[in-house]
């Protein structure tokens, strides 16, 4: 009887320390969210947790294995070289500028007709006007002097990598000065990809462990916000958010000053990109970038514009240039575009370098611009 009755006290005490143990984990879980969120956060109007969910997994360094399934699942991004190999043969396999262009060059005459076709590929392809009278100028003087033994591939690639223009600084300022984080401001019309280019270019910092803030300073679109909360929680970085209408300047504001208070490389700011008066828009980005320099100088704008869209986008790369100082140009969605020229058109238009460009809806796609990778990619 004593004995059954030790057994059955032995078992219910082993069942209470077991069991102890997995609610203890699950609490200590759960504390550290309460801790990291405000009041009724997860709700609908979050506006910034206080801790980033990135640091969950570490601050359970000292939790047993078990705790693991608990934890929020973080992708891990695609490396900068890995995805660049990939997106190098995208845009070869999606672009038939280069095709044409080389068609058109290993013809055995080259005649004006032929050299009519050049340009009108060109003209097609959104390079503009002068920049096609410059390469088929270049490439004919070319031809001409080394006749027979002219290699008009060779010639093609190095006319076009001269007007992309290899000698412009293509680096994006991502750090800042000081131990301050480097502040990113994104720019552009809605639809261009802007908030998808955001939460791209997280990931690309995160592959390369430099710890990130987004803010939503877009507020004006409720969808914009949730998009890039779920951007950030896919890499476990911080989005600083506001309720809808908020005033995009305090957000900016707010998501600045969450990155100067955790100490992070890098802040990106999504704006808001209502097509407007260009008074509207210089004030509210004017505002926005005053509002974010009272704490630490923005040191990167990236205007975010849709390689297919051509003249159009050229008019907003205008109007954005001319409400703020552009640093540097995302073109989007040049995956399946006959429209690569817009590289070179675009910069000629704003004197700034294209610094990214996007090749699809996937999460890592999106590279650095270079232009012989993008010249080599064309021809394929
Ligand atoms: P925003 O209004 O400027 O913030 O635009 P979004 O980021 O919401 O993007 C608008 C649409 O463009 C979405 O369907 C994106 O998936 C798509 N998009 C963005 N970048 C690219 C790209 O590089 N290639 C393609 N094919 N689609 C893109």
């Not at 891990?76 to 262009?101: C, D, F, H, I, W």
């Not at 994006?172 to 984080?181: E, R």
């Not at 006959?338 to 910069?347: D, L, Y």
Request: charge should be negative; avoid cysteine; hydrophobic fraction near 40%.
């Amino acid at each position: 009887m004593e004995m059954v009755t030790l057994i059955v006290i032995i078992a219910i005490a082993a069942v209470a320390i077991i069991g102890g143990g997995i609610v203890g984990l699950v609490t200590s879980t759960r504390r550290r969210k309460d801790r990291s969120l405000p009041p009724q956060a997860g709700t609908d109007v979050i506006t910034r947790p206080e801790e980033p969910t990135v640091e969950e997994p570490s601050a359970g360094e000292a939790e047993p294995e078990t705790a693991e399934p608990a934890a929020p699942v973080i992708e891990k991004p695609e490396s900068t070289a890995s995805r660049l190999v990939r997106l190098r043969q995208r845009l070869a396999g999606s672009n038939a500028l280069g095709r044409g262009l080389l068609n058109l060059l290993s013809t055995d005459q080259l005649d004006e007709d032929t050299w009519e076709s050049i340009e009108d590929l060109l003209l097609t392809a959104d390079i503009g006007v002068a920049p096609t009278q410059e390469l088929v100028e270049g490439l004919r003087t070319r031809l001409r002097v080394e006749g027979g033994k002219a290699d008009p591939k060779a010639a093609l690639r190095d006319e076009l990598i001269k007007l992309v223009d290899p000698g412009m600084d293509r680096r994006l300022q991502v750090s800042g000065a000081d131990g301050a984080p480097g502040v990113v401001l994104m720019v552009g019309v809605n639809g261009t990809g802007k908030t998808t280019t955001t939460g791209k270019l997280a990931r690309i910092l995160v592959s390369e462990d430099r710890k990130v803030v987004l803010g939503a300073a877009d507020t004006f679109r409720a969808a914009a916000a949730e998009q890039l909360t779920t951007w950030g929680e896919r890499v476990g970085v911080e989005v600083v958010r506001g309720p809808e209408g908020t005033d995009p300047a305090s957000v900016a504001f707010d998501s600045v000053k969450e990155g100067l208070d955790t100490g992070v490389d890098t802040v990106i700011v999504d704006t808001a990109g209502r097509l407007q008066n260009k008074a509207g828009l210089m004030d509210e980005l004017g505002k926005v970038k005053r509002v974010i320099e009272k704490q630490t100088p923005v040191t990167e704008v990236l205007l975010v514009l849709d390689a297919t869209t051509g003249q159009n986008g050229l008019i907003q790369a205008r109007v954005f240039s001319e409400a703020v100082a552009v640093s540097g140009i995302v073109l989007t969605k040049l995956d399946g575009s006959a429209k690569g020229g817009i590289v070179v058109a675009v910069q000629r238009e704003l004197g700034v370098p294209v610094k990214l460009v996007g090749l699809g809806e996937g999460p890592d796609d999106l590279a650095p611009f270079t232009p012989e990778a993008f010249v080599d990619a064309l021809l394929g």
